[in-house]
């Protein structure tokens, strides 16, 4: 039976996939990619599908679908196979005692994936406790060891692996303080959440409560139930610009090592975009979350031609309105709202 990234993304949208290779083991997962790198294949790594749109052709190649799983805790530091759920992780640094992954909790996905674009939430990022990323280097066909001060983080959801098809993530590594305090909160809406002050530290069970309850209010805590959810979380990534253009200059700021940082959630909704935003356009198959601007979702039946339509009206709108122009946080496969279809 065919298999379709709409079953393999939780945007549920997609094409078939020519060649699906579920892979349980580092060994056989090294084995696969070295397989189709000498066939010259052409190849997809896939995770959990949460931060991945692919056209309604799909894919002409072979997808190979990292399911490896397995922590290891060793006094404060912890290894993690690639294709373990990220929220499995953060529990379980809790529960051996360890600090600094809370605020990341539930945040879908692979932990092979959160290197990728460098996950954060809450004012925090996986990069602050990473030690190293074990890779498979499809350039030299060897196993890497990259420590994390070569991993390309810096500016805004970049890395070195982010859309960069040389690197197969098999392992991510971290250093974490034994505490049972958080760190500092430097999120207002999770300090206010929590009854506290910015800069306070509370018990790092309580703040991963905290981060649960305002990301289900968010709608972004997966529910297969609820189409607010059904998405790859922020759609669009926060531009950073070398200048911010005159029309913008109400926007809040904030500094990245590349420029200057806009909240690309406050472009949208002053650009006339509310929550829920695209009942009435389109087909209305494809909308904004009811519950965050920045989340656009297949309300059922949605195709990718019908995301990209709307993603480009999203960026089009924001343009005229602010003369910025939006990108995608996620990574698109054999599609674009460069050039999007018309009849939707
Ligand atoms: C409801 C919702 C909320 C979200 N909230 C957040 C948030 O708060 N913060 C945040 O940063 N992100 C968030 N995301 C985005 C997403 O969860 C993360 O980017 C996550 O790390 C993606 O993991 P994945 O396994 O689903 O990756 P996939 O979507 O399967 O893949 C994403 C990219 O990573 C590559 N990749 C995956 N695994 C590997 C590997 N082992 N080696 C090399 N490349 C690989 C893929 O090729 C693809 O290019 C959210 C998404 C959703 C749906």
């Not at 979702?297 to 343009?319: C, K, L, P, Q, Y």
Request: hydrophobic share 40%; charged share 20%.
């Amino acid at each position: 039976m065919t298999i379709t990234f709409a079953e393999l993304t939780t945007m549920r949208v997609g094409g078939p996939v020519d060649d699906y290779v579920p892979v349980e083991e580092t060994a056989e997962l090294i084995d696969v990619v070295r397989h189709f790198d000498a066939a010259e294949t052409p190849l997809m790594i896939i995770g959990d599908g949460s931060n991945l749109v692919v056209g309604d052709i799909g894919f002409r190649g072979a997808v190979i679908h990292v399911q490896t799983s397995g922590i290891s805790v060793s006094g404060d530091r912890v290894s993690v196979e690639a294709g373990t759920l990220w929220d499995s992780v953060v529990a379980a640094t809790i529960d051996n005692g360890l600090a600094g992954l809370e605020p990341l909790s539930g945040i879908p996905g692979s932990t092979g994936a959160t290197p990728v674009q460098n996950v954060g939430a809450y004012g925090a990022l996986m990069s602050t406790f990473l030690t190293h990323v074990r890779a498979f280097d499809r350039t030299t066909g060897t196993v890497v060891d990259i420590p994390v001060e070569d991993c390309g983080f810096g500016s805004h959801r970049k890395s070195l692996f982010k859309r960069n098809p040389r690197y197969v993530v098999l392992s991510v590594s971290f250093e974490l303080p034994r505490d049972e305090l958080s760190q500092p909160i430097s999120y207002a809406g999770l300090a206010q959440r929590l009854g506290v002050e910015l800069g306070e530290r509370v018990r790092v069970a309580e703040l991963r409560e905290a981060v649960l309850s305002l990301r289900r209010e968010r709608a972004m805590l997966l529910d297969p139930a609820d189409h607010d959810t059904w998405s790859v979380g922020s759609f669009f990534v926060n531009p950073v610009l070398d200048e911010v253009p005159q029309q913008a200059s109400e926007c809040p700021t904030y500094p990245d090592v590349a420029g200057t940082k806009l909240p690309a959630a406050w472009l949208i909704e002053n650009a006339g975009f509310p929550r829920g935003y695209g009942a009435e356009w389109g087909n209305g198959r494809v909308r904004l979350s009811g519950r965050h601007t920045l989340a656009v979702t297949n309300r059922g039946g949605a195709t990718t031609s019908d995301v990209m339509a709307f993603a480009a009206h999203i960026r089009d709108g924001v343009e005229s309105a602010f003369g910025v122009r939006l990108g995608p946080e996620c990574d698109l496969i054999n599609c674009s709202f460069d050039d999007p279809p018309t009849d939707v």
